[in-house]
């Protein structure tokens, strides 16, 4: 039988092996780790000496001899090396017993290579996995999300991540339409990188351009009242620390404007070809936001007004890939080779 195939065992791992984050679910247990896909190594002797919080921590501020890398670009791997070196410690932090190698379930973005597949599962192998599956993130997101994808009525879902932007439009446990851009959360950092530097001179890095993305970033107008803070960095000119005040709108304007409309264009793409019994259905049922991305004030409105359709965010949308890849194993038992075969990525 299909499910003896599989079997259920209790370490069975999902992976949402993300370009800002890594999230790990366990069968049985939920998300067990999240944190930040990122490896410090020592620069002569490549070993590593950090990954996760304790790396990102260093991200900006490591001495001469030590170096804070992120193994992930746009989704997919970047560094063979230093991803595998974080997989096995992801692995082995969360199946410490080590009994029988865990089977793994990895959402990867639906646009990769045959290569970059090759690479994930080569990695996650290597890393201490006995099988890897690839589940594309737009299904595991939907699946995470609790989107009925097995009726024949069609579900629109928007994966909005560090590195990329996914758009699926799913029916019957398969996708009818789904595209992906190599655009998220990262380019909205390097975007307000590059506005500190273009309006003020001021030189910042990563780890405060994500601070002000998450702390004042917005779609459209904040309807309570725009935000502000102060960001502290060093003067390009003077080469002296520099603090200035920004607001919500200039970041909006001046730095989000265009990431946003080329996620916004990507939704309208999506819904121009779509077969016309799906447009009927997304009428009633919208279409559904996760990712880090969804969090972002005012997308869901920007979407909204730009399609005529309700966009919903999805309930915890940061871990919605994550969940979906662990209630796919626990569904492997219950489906056939077939419904497999139409849901993961070959």
Same mark, same amino acid.
């Given at each position: 039988?299909?499910?003896?195939?599989?079997?259920?065992?209790?370490?069975?791992?999902?992976?949402?092996?993300?370009?800002?984050?890594?999230?790990?679910?366990?069968?049985?247990?939920?998300?067990?780790?999240?944190?930040?896909?990122?490896?410090?190594?020592?620069?002569?002797?490549?070993?590593?000496?950090?990954?996760?919080?304790?790396?990102?921590?260093?991200?900006?501020?490591?001495?001469? #001899?030590?170096?804070?890398?992120?193994?992930?670009?746009?989704?997919?791997?970047?560094?063979?090396? =230093?991803?595998?070196?974080?997989?096995?410690?992801?692995?082995?932090?969360?199946?410490?017993?080590?009994?029988?190698?865990?089977?793994?379930?990895?959402?990867?973005?639906?646009?990769? #290579?045959?290569?970059?597949?090759?690479?994930?599962?080569?990695?996650?192998?290597?890393?201490?996995?006995?099988?890897?599956?690839?589940?594309?993130?737009?299904?595991?997101?939907?699946?995470?999300?609790?989107?009925?994808?097995?009726?024949?009525?069609?579900?629109?879902?928007?994966?909005?991540?560090?590195?990329?932007?996914?758009?699926?439009?799913?029916?019957?446990?398969? =996708?009818?339409?789904?595209?992906?851009?190599?655009?998220?959360?990262?380019?909205?950092?390097?975007?307000?990188?590059?506005?500190?530097?273009?309006?003020?001179?001021?030189?910042?890095?990563?780890? #405060?351009?994500?601070?002000?993305?998450?702390?004042?970033?917005?779609?459209?107008?904040?309807?309570?009242?725009?935000?502000?803070?102060?960001?502290?960095?060093?003067?390009?000119?003077?080469?002296?620390?520099?603090?200035? %005040?920004?607001?919500?709108?200039?970041?909006?304007?001046?730095?989000?404007?265009?990431?946003?409309?080329? =996620?916004?264009?990507?939704?309208?793409?999506?819904?121009?070809?779509?077969?016309?019994? %799906?447009?009927?259905?997304?009428?009633?049922?919208?279409?559904?936001?996760?990712?880090?991305?969804?969090? =972002?004030?005012?997308?869901?409105?920007?979407?909204?007004?730009?399609?005529?359709?309700?966009?919903?965010?999805?309930?915890?949308?940061?871990?919605?890939?994550?969940?979906?890849?662990?209630?796919?194993?626990?569904?492997?038992?219950?489906?056939?080779?077939?419904?497999?075969?139409?849901?993961?990525?070959?």
């Amino acid at each position: 039988m299909f499910g003896n195939l599989f079997g259920f065992l209790s370490n069975d791992i999902g992976i949402d092996l993300g370009t800002a984050n890594t999230l790990v679910f366990v069968k049985d247990r939920g998300i067990v780790l999240r944190e930040p896909s990122v490896v410090a190594r020592y620069k002569t002797s490549k070993k590593v000496c950090a990954v996760g919080n304790d790396a990102k921590r260093m991200l900006g501020r490591t001495p001469g #001899t030590i170096e804070a890398l992120r193994p992930m670009k746009d989704g997919v791997i970047a560094d063979f090396e =230093i991803s595998e070196a974080m997989l096995r410690y992801f692995i082995e932090k969360v199946d410490k017993r080590k009994l029988v190698p865990p089977r793994v379930v990895v959402a990867v973005p639906s646009g990769i #290579t045959a290569v970059e597949k090759r690479a994930v599962k080569d990695s996650a192998i290597r890393a201490g996995a006995r099988e890897v599956l690839l589940l594309g993130e737009p299904m595991a997101a939907a699946i995470g999300a609790d989107l009925p994808i097995d009726e024949e009525y069609a579900n629109m879902i928007v994966d909005i991540g560090g590195g990329t932007t996914e758009v699926a439009i799913i029916s019957i446990s398969g =996708i009818s339409y789904q595209r992906s851009i190599r655009v998220g959360g990262d380019e909205m950092d390097e975007a307000i990188l590059a506005y500190m530097k273009r309006a003020y001179g001021l030189l910042i890095g990563e780890r #405060t351009a994500e601070e002000i993305k998450l702390t004042i970033g917005s779609a459209s107008p904040i309807e309570s009242g725009e935000l502000s803070m102060d960001v502290r960095g060093r003067d390009s000119t003077a080469g002296l620390p520099k603090t200035i %005040h920004i607001t919500s709108q200039e970041i909006r304007e001046e730095a989000f404007s265009d990431v946003i409309s080329q =996620i916004v264009e990507l939704v309208k793409n999506a819904l121009d070809r779509c077969q016309p019994e %799906h447009s009927a259905d997304l009428i009633d049922r919208g279409i559904v936001m996760a990712g880090g991305g969804a969090l =972002i004030r005012g997308l869901d409105q920007v979407i909204s007004d730009a399609t005529g359709l309700t966009v919903l965010q999805a309930d915890d949308p940061l871990c919605c890939v994550a969940n979906g890849t662990g209630k796919f194993l626990n569904l492997l038992g219950s489906l056939s080779r077939e419904q497999v075969d139409r849901l993961v990525t070959q």
